[in-house]
């Protein structure tokens, strides 16, 4: 596609469900990216793939959060009995070489 | 791990004058810099970006100095116009990021006065 393409774009849920987020990053990008940004705070970095290769986990914030990356293409990020303070805009970005990556609109999580 | 530091949080500048953004990093093996301008309710987009084998690049409006020496790197903005204000964040890797992504500075909110 054109750009790194995030879904869904909003997700309310309430605190205990498990949510699951989608990236599409940009056809031929073999490097793909899971960023978290909470209100007025910086990007924090969560996961990366390489390919099909297996992701180090050690970003991820605790064992609720998981991610997967299937076919070396459309990855998803699971969250485990959310909690309030999973609240944040979930970012995506994917890259050819590793260098300047394109990220998506994100996704918006409100735990309630 | 790095740490980012980046400085004004918000900054307000007169349409036309300049802006400058500053960051310090901490690992000295840190080589590569991107800034991002995030718009509201929009991801951040890639402006600019730098290696450490230059001290300075420029694309119209936009530079980026490196100091390697002191660790520091500054985004200057000549010009402003009211579509530059956004949230910037500028970011430190090695080699690009890979595995220990990019570090992030915390943002800063600029503010363009017509």
């Known amino acids: 596609g054109a750009g790194v393409s995030q879904s869904p774009s909003n997700k309310v849920t309430e605190k205990g469900k498990d949510v699951e987020l989608r990236c599409d990053p940009i056809?031929?990008?073999?490097?793909l990216y899971w960023y978290r940004q909470s209100l007025g705070q910086g990007l924090e970095f969560l996961i990366y793939?390489?390919?099909?290769?297996?992701?180090?986990k050690s970003g991820l914030p605790s064992d609720r959060f998981s991610a997967e990356r299937t076919g070396g293409s459309v990855s998803t990020l699971t969250i485990q009995r959310t909690q309030q303070e999973d609240s944040a805009v979930y970012l995506c970005a994917s890259s050819l070489t590793g260098y300047g990556y394109t990220f998506g609109s994100g996704t918006r999580l409100t735990v309630v | 791990g790095e740490n980012v530091e980046q400085h004004p949080s918000t900054l307000s500048v007169q349409e036309g004058d300049s802006a400058v953004i500053k960051c310090t990093y901490s690992d000295s093996a840190s080589n590569y810099f991107p800034w991002y301008k995030q718009e509201l309710g929009k991801g951040p987009q890639l402006i600019i970006d730098?290696?450490?084998?230059?001290g300075e690049k420029k694309d119209q409006r936009i530079a980026v100095t490196l100091n390697k020496t002191a660790k520091h790197f500054s985004l200057h903005i000549t010009e402003t116009q009211p579509e530059d204000s956004a949230v910037y964040f500028c970011a430190a890797s090695k080699n690009g990021g890979g595995a220990d992504g990019l570090t992030f500075g915390k943002g800063t909110h600029l503010i363009i006065q017509p």
């Open positions: 730098i290696r450490s084998n230059v």
């Open positions: 056809s031929g990008h073999t490097a």
């Open positions: 793939f390489q390919g099909n290769s297996a992701p180090d």
